[in-house]
């Protein structure tokens, strides 16, 4: 009996101990996540990239839903911007992320000569790239917008192609806050490896 109570006990200490590290993990990545949202972005870049997410048919899923939101609210906010919307199709996705986001920004208000669609990339970093191809000659200062799980991540992809950048979070469905949340974290940690 003393012998099971010792190996029950040693068992409650491992598990805690692997708690208390993705404990720690957790809200010391997460430093990193909200590092991403500083300095917010106020209408000073011109230009705007909003970078796409999952497409149900023609219909956006919910984080892009409200990527697109963040953008039009944005957009209302600061008229003198323009928005390069980017995001190719995927697979199961009728049209690219980027029609999407243009049929959801001017339903939302926002006239249509003010946006701008990338709609060949796949991945954050072709986002970032193939944006900054339609920037004009010599801009190097944009505004991001995309979930607020992702800026870190998207601000140093951009960092890296020479864009300086603020950021425009799009809040993430509390429905995704734990497993988007975990993704990005090991993402993040990825990156650094890299």
């Not at 209408?43 to 497409?55: P, Q, R, S």
């Not at 996705?93 to 029609?99: G, K, R, V």
């Not at 939302?108 to 970093?125: C, F, H, N, V």
Request: glycine share 10%.
């Amino acid at each position: 009996m003393k012998r099971i109570k010792h190996v029950l006990k040693r068992y409650r200490m491992v598990v805690a101990g692997i708690l208390g590290g993705l404990i720690i993990f957790w809200f010391s990545i997460g430093l990193f996540v909200e590092e991403g949202k500083r300095p917010a972005a106020n209408g000073k870049n011109v230009f705007v990239i909003v970078l796409g997410a999952g497409v149900k048919g023609e219909t956006p899923s919910l984080i892009l839903k409200n990527r697109i939101q963040a953008a039009a609210e944005y957009g209302k906010n600061h008229p003198r911007t323009t928005f390069i919307l980017s995001g190719g199709q995927g697979q199961g996705e009728a049209i690219s992320e980027a029609e999407a986001m243009r049929r959801g920004m001017v339903a939302a208000g926002i006239p249509e000569k003010r946006l701008i669609l990338e709609d060949q990339s796949t991945s954050t970093t072709e986002n970032l790239r193939f944006s900054k191809v339609l920037l004009p000659q010599g801009e190097h200062h944009v505004s991001i917008v995309t979930s607020d799980f992702h800026l870190y991540r998207a601000r140093a992809e951009a960092k890296k192609i020479g864009l300086s950048s603020d950021a425009i979070p799009a809040k993430t469905p509390l429905s995704g806050v734990l497993r988007y949340g975990m993704r990005e974290r090991v993402a993040i940690i990825v990156k650094f490896f890299e």
